[in-house]
């Protein structure tokens, strides 16, 4: 079977992951959280991520962003971010929508948003005509496959304890952030100072299923709250408990955040000499961005599906899932050179 570099949610489940549904699968458990495997998996994360963590699950990241920001913002209140974020091009508004926040997108060449770029965003404060920036939200790993460094995180933290500003970070993928930066989960959000995490499951092997952090007590209370008024709070909570807790035992995580990101720097390393390729980005988490000759495009999404990054220039995105191998990627590069042949 031809595997997609479209995205790592093309792939299935992880083994292990179904593994732990079909293990939970027996008997009654009681619904919404109050069993007693959602508790255990709770104070997981409070094990991963430090003692202040309070754990939400919820169906997906987009709900897990959005919430992020409804809990933490008043709605004259807005949200600095990169103009790349997913919150802002992929999202279809629903920050606007749900959380009735204003977007503040700043240009952000690699993925990532600087400290001196927000410090310039954070203009009229207290003036009533103008919507009052109040959290900067960043991607870890970014959407163009970038990493912020840990001292990035750290400046961005402390400019925005030293700003009154609260700090968010869209994890999606931030397995693969923690792996990479050789930190641990605690690290990398409690110690620095993070507010809340939006933290990934379905691009890393699960069913479905991401999860809210939130490191400010206060905060807490009105999570609970909000995810319920967002039909965000899963009944059967017992089945996302269970793939999260796989997720941890015996670091899986770690395991498929090093072959994906390994996949990915081999393909970047044998397309390197083909002079019609450009690689646009350091490859340093699961996707490899190119520029590519547009007449490649159709027959080789034919037989490996992906995305187009940017139409205007043809550039694409080629993403790993847990479950590519270097034989697909080898397959992927001898289409490309058949095609380098033909041209
Ligand atoms: C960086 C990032 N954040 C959030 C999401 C949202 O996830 P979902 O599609 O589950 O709403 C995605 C999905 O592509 C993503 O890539």
């Excluded at 925005?160 to 050789?182: M, P, S, T, V």
């Excluded at 999404?301 to 995305?307: D, L, Q």
Aim: aromatic share 12%; glycine share 6%.
């Amino acid at each position: 079977m031809v595997k997609s570099l479209g995205s790592d949610n093309h792939s299935g489940i992880h083994p292990k992951i179904l593994e732990s549904l079909t293990k939970v699968n027996y008997g009654h458990s009681p619904s919404y959280g109050t069993d007693d495997l959602t508790q255990e998996v709770r104070a997981l994360f409070k094990n991963q991520f430090g003692p202040s963590a309070e754990t939400f699950f919820v169906f997906n990241g987009t709900a897990a962003n959005v919430l992020s920001i409804k809990t933490f913002l008043k709605s004259y209140e807005s949200v600095i971010c990169s103009a790349d974020s997913h919150l802002n091009l992929d999202e279809c508004g629903a920050p606007e929508a749900i959380a009735g926040c204003k977007l503040l997108p700043l240009p952000s060449p690699e993925g990532k948003i600087t400290v001196d770029q927000c410090r310039e965003a954070l203009i009229r404060g207290g003036d009533q005509h103008y919507s009052q920036a109040r959290m900067i939200s960043i991607t870890q790993p970014t959407e163009l496959g970038t990493l912020y460094t840990y001292e990035e995180m750290k400046s961005l933290a402390v400019f925005c304890k030293e700003n009154h500003l609260y700090f968010h970070i869209d994890g999606a993928r931030f397995i693969l952030a923690a792996a990479q930066l050789n930190k641990s989960f605690k690290e990398l959000t409690e110690d620095i100072g993070v507010d809340v995490l939006s933290f990934g499951g379905t691009k890393n092997g699960l069913l479905f299923g991401e999860a809210v952090i939130v490191f400010n007590k206060e905060k807490t209370k009105d999570l609970k709250f909000f995810r319920k008024q967002c039909l965000q709070l899963p009944s059967k909570m017992r089945f996302l408990s269970a793939q999260f807790k796989a997720l941890f035992t015996n670091e899986l995580w770690k395991e498929i955040s090093m072959k994906e990101c390994s996949m990915a720097l081999y393909l970047a390393e044998k397309i390197n000499s083909i002079k019609e390729l450009e690689i646009l980005y350091n490859v340093q988490v699961n996707s490899v961005f190119v520029k590519l000759p547009k007449a490649w495009v159709k027959p080789l999404r034919e037989s490996h599906f992906f995305y187009i990054w940017n139409e205007n220039d043809w550039s694409a995105r080629w993403m790993m899932s847990f479950d590519i191998e270097k034989n697909d990627i080898d397959q992927f590069v001898d289409k490309i050179l058949e095609l380098k042949g033909g041209a």
